[in-house]
């Protein structure tokens, strides 16, 4: 049994190589790009992408991979099969490792620990995304305006702003956004919900950052400080309008 999260396992190999999860060792190292990881079977299935071996082959789509398992798995997108099924909410899925993912969100575990600043997540590739706010590795750069994003949904989103595409549309107004969050944000308006409730006052808002802002009123904090002056601010929009004063620049200005 795992000392850290009670998980058990009937192989003793199985229980050794659970723990690198936790301890984050990775033992298999690439001896091309030097790349590391927990499984040997990871390791063979990524050298296979040096050596551009990609022997199975989709009939529907002709999309290929280096190992048959990934095609597998890859078909079902064409067949809709989903043999993985969630025996707490009964959601299914096409691949085990995606069963295993969700079902984190019943248990509420979370394996995945930043050695930086030791917050936890249920999701690998969330915990790689997070360790970039740390190091300051932005690996997803626009080819348009060299803008630089630590995870390549960020990059999706912002490449539609070049091509004013606009995918996601309100059911309700037809009014259309770039991003999904835009929408879910933009939906309040309709539904009048308010999931941000402050802990002081109890005042509610329908978007975070108009929560993180009203909250400055109690704390006091103001983060946005004139380079001129040092006058402080609670946003950065009222800072913006106040250096407008100083410029001499028109103050009524759309800043969305």
Same mark, same amino acid.
């Given at each position: 049994m795992c000392k850290v999260c009670n998980r058990a396992f009937s192989k003793k190999r199985s229980l050794?190589?659970?723990?690198?999860i936790h301890s984050g060792e990775s033992p298999f190292v690439c001896d091309i790009c030097n790349k590391a990881f927990s499984q040997q079977s990871n390791l063979i299935r990524h050298q296979y992408l040096h050596r551009s071996e990609r022997p199975n082959v989709c009939d529907v789509c002709n999309k290929s991979y280096s190992d048959k398992s990934s095609l597998i798995i890859h078909k079902r997108i064409h067949s809709g099969e989903r043999p993985y099924v969630c025996d707490v909410c009964n959601k299914a899925f096409s691949a085990k490792s995606n069963l295993m993912r969700h079902k984190r969100k019943h248990s509420g575990e979370h394996p995945y620990v930043c050695h930086v600043c030791n917050k936890t997540y249920s999701d690998k590739s969330h915990l790689i995304r997070h360790k970039r706010k740390h190091s300051g590795e932005r690996p997803y750069v626009c080819d348009v305006c060299n803008k630089a994003y630590i995870?390549?949904? =960020?990059?999706?989103?912002?490449?539609?702003?070049?091509?004013?595409?606009?995918?996601?549309?309100?059911d %309700?107004?037809?009014?259309?956004?770039?991003?999904t969050s835009s929408l879910r944000r933009h939906k309040r308006i309709h539904s009048g919900e308010r999931p941000y409730v402050c802990n002081v006052c109890n005042k509610a808002y329908s978007d975070k950052s108009h929560l993180i802002r009203h909250k400055r009123t109690h704390s006091g904090e103001r983060p946005y400080v004139? @380079? %001129?002056c040092n006058k402080?601010?609670? @946003?950065?929009?009222?800072?913006?309008?106040?250096?407008?004063?100083?410029?001499?620049?028109? =103050?009524? %200005?759309c800043y969305v």
């Open positions: 050794i190589t659970h723990q690198r995870d390549k949904s =960020s990059l999706i989103s912002h490449k539609r702003k070049h091509i004013c595409e606009r995918p996601y549309a309100c %309700v107004c037809n009014k259309s956004y770039s991003e004139c @380079d %001129v402080a601010y609670i @946003d950065k929009i009222s800072l913006i309008r106040h250096k407008h004063k100083h410029s001499g620049e028109d =103050s009524y %200005v």
